[in-house]
């Protein structure tokens, strides 16, 4: 089935919640919307006698993303939504505006399937995975907490961009990329989420991105879909797409993935 949505909450919404934004897609007429997970930042603090024995899907008014706790002198950092909370855990929460913890994430997701509007979700949209600037353990760890946030939700996808090249050989990026976005893909199964990586071309010559390196990663990372967004593959073919049969060809390169 082919839907249409926005990303984000549409413009004509007068409330600005998720929950305002689901509402208004299904006054529309339409049937996804990509739900943005613009920021990151995260809330630490050490677990209370009320936390110990529960799950992060379990804890009100709380995103928890993460779990650390000390093993053999280190702390071993866990994302999970049915792990054990355990005495001395430190407990780090998500400060998004999305939704205040993962019931209402789950009443959201209800709410959008009751009104027939598929959810995705989209990860921040600055990413290292090539870790040319130092940043892809961040950017692994957004994605993962990405995935925590779709699987509560019932999003079927979570969409992200790459990164740029920077001073990277483009082949050695590519395999940085590779690695990390396995390392995702092994992460979502171990933490049981059912969502589904994708990866999103890029109109940037200086991201990483293009329709070849899409394909390139997703044979390298079995299990990790291409996303085509047509506006950059366009912008990125310098103008490819100029009659109606240049889209049945990039749509053929893709099926032979």
Same mark, same amino acid.
């Given at each position: 089935?082919?839907?249409?949505g926005p990303s984000g909450i549409?413009?004509?919404?007068?409330?600005?919640?998720?929950?305002?934004?689901?509402?208004?897609?299904?006054?529309?007429?339409?049937?996804?919307?990509?739900?943005?997970?613009?920021?990151?930042?995260?809330?630490?603090? @050490?677990?209370?006698?009320? %936390?110990? =024995?529960?799950?992060? !899907? *379990?804890?009100?008014? $709380? #995103?928890?993303?993460?779990?650390?706790?000390?093993?053999?002198?280190?702390?071993?950092?866990?994302?999970?939504?049915?792990?054990?909370?355990?005495?001395?855990?430190?407990?780090?929460?998500?400060?998004?505006?999305?939704?205040?913890? @993962?019931?209402?994430?789950? %009443?959201? =997701?209800?709410?959008? !399937? *009751?009104?027939?509007? $598929? #959810?995705?979700?989209?990860?921040?949209?600055?990413?290292?995975?090539?870790?040319?600037?130092?940043?892809?353990?961040?950017?692994?760890?957004?994605?993962?907490?990405?995935?925590?946030?779709?699987?509560?939700?019932?999003?079927?996808?979570?969409?992200?961009?790459?990164?740029?090249?920077?001073?990277?050989?483009?082949?050695?990026?590519?395999?940085?990329?590779?690695?990390?976005?396995?390392?995702?893909?092994?992460?979502?199964?171990?933490?049981?989420?059912?969502?589904?990586?994708?990866?999103?071309?890029?109109?940037?010559?200086?991201?990483?991105?293009?329709?070849?390196?899409?394909?390139?990663?997703?044979?390298?990372?079995?299990?990790?879909?291409?996303?085509?967004?047509?506006?950059?593959?366009?912008?990125?073919?310098?103008?490819?797409?100029?009659?109606?049969?240049?889209f049945d060809d990039v749509l053929?390169?893709?099926?032979?993935?």
């Amino acid at each position: 089935m082919i839907r249409f949505g926005p990303s984000g909450i549409p413009l004509s919404c007068k409330g600005r919640t998720l929950r305002d934004g689901i509402e208004d897609i299904h006054n529309l007429g339409l049937t996804a919307m990509e739900v943005q997970l613009v920021r990151v930042n995260l809330n630490e603090r @050490y677990a209370g006698e009320d %936390d110990i =024995g529960r799950t992060p !899907r *379990e804890i009100p008014a $709380e #995103l928890i993303v993460q779990i650390g706790r000390k093993e053999d002198r280190k702390e071993v950092m866990t994302s999970a939504l049915d792990e054990k909370i355990e005495k001395g855990d430190v407990l780090y929460s998500l400060a998004s505006g999305i939704a205040g913890d @993962y019931h209402e994430l789950e %009443d959201l =997701g209800t709410l959008a !399937r *009751e009104l027939d509007i $598929e #959810l995705t979700l989209h990860t921040p949209y600055y990413m290292d995975l090539a870790d040319a600037d130092g940043l892809a353990q961040k950017s692994v760890a957004s994605v993962i907490w990405g995935g925590m946030l779709a699987e509560a939700m019932g999003a079927p996808m979570v969409i992200t961009h790459l990164g740029m090249f920077g001073e990277l050989d483009p082949k050695e990026a590519l395999n940085r990329i590779a690695k990390n976005l396995r390392t995702v893909r092994d992460a979502y199964k171990k933490a049981k989420i059912r969502s589904r990586l994708g990866i999103e071309a890029s109109g940037r010559t200086e991201v990483v991105g293009s329709l070849d390196e899409i394909l390139s990663l997703v044979k390298n990372a079995k299990g990790v879909l291409p996303v085509l967004n047509f506006a950059h593959v366009h912008a990125r073919g310098f103008g490819l797409f100029k009659r109606p049969e240049d889209f049945d060809d990039v749509l053929s390169k893709v099926e032979k993935v």
